[in-house]
T-cell receptor, first 115, second 110 residues
Framework: EAGVAQSPRYKIIEKRQSVAFWCNPI?????LYWYQQILGQGPKLLIQ????????DSQLPKDRFSAERLKGVDSTLKIQPAKLEDSAVYLC?????????????FGPGTRLTVT | QKEVEQNSGPLSVPEGAIASLNCTYS??????FFWYRQYSGKSPELIMF????GDKEDGRFTAQLNKASQYVSLLIRDSQPSDSATYLC??????????FGSGTRLSIRP
């Protein structure tokens, strides 16, 4: 079974530029998450999808971050414009279903550096 | 008060000893609890989950949950150098409320 795929693995941009990250979850997983992990901290949930609908985006900075999951499979996370404090690893995870005791499977992450 | 609190460490344990990792949470309505291990530069991977009071054992790992005291712990027996990593406590309050602790860095010294 293929795992969660993410691209790119690394990205360096200047502040005020825009950037987009892509995630392909495990086949059949209805729930998809985007996390931001700043060095030395635990992952912080940004947005959660159930199929192609948003379940929770309360911690997504909507003035600069956006995310979509068209067709309920792949997802993209965009930052526009980027700030220095956005430097972090962006993790995508998927889960079989929203309810129930199901494991989250994480992708390898995208390390973003904003200069 | 943080919703999920962990001692950041580092926790240094000699090889072969028991490592004890603790986590407290603030919401009494929390339903399920997960322990993830994260090696430096890698993604988190699931170690164990628990949702009923008491102990749950899986190989060298034991998770303990005490909902009345609002804490969950992870014990690692016969610690190995390969156990050196950051351990993340994850609390699920509802289907849409997943909260990660900041993690405890564990170092197993030979």
């Amino acid at each position: 079974e293929a795992g969660v795929a993410q691209s790119p693995r690394y990205k360096i941009i200047e502040k005020r530029q825009s950037v987009a990250f892509w995630c392909n979850p495990i086949s059949g997983h209805a729930t998809l998450y985007w996390y931001q992990q700043i060095l030395g901290q635990g992952p912080k949930l940004l947005i959660q999808f159930q199929n192609n609908g948003v379940v929770d985006d309360s911690q997504l900075p909507k003035d600069r971050f956006s995310a979509e999951r068209l067709k309920g499979v792949d997802s993209t996370l965009k930052i526009q414009p980027a700030k220095l404090e956005d430097s972090a690893v962006y993790l995508c995870a998927s889960r079989l279903a929203l309810r129930g005791i199901y494991e989250q499977y994480f992708g390898p992450g995208t390390r973003l550096t904003v200069t | 008060q943080k919703e999920v609190e962990q001692n950041s460490g580092p926790l240094s344990v000699p090889e072969g000893a028991i490592a004890s990792l603790n986590c407290t949470y603030s919401d009494r309505g929390s339903q399920s609890f997960f322990w993830y291990r994260q090696y430096s530069g890698k993604s988190p991977e699931l170690i164990m989950f628990i949702y009923s009071n008491g102990d749950k054992e899986d190989g060298r790992f034991t998770a303990q949950l005490n909902k009345a005291s609002q804490y969950v712990s992870l014990l690692i027996r016969d610690s190995q150098p390969s156990d050196s990593a950051t351990y993340l406590c994850v609390v699920i309050r509802s289907a849409s409320k997943i909260i990660f602790g900041s993690g405890t860095r564990l170092s197993i010294r030979p």
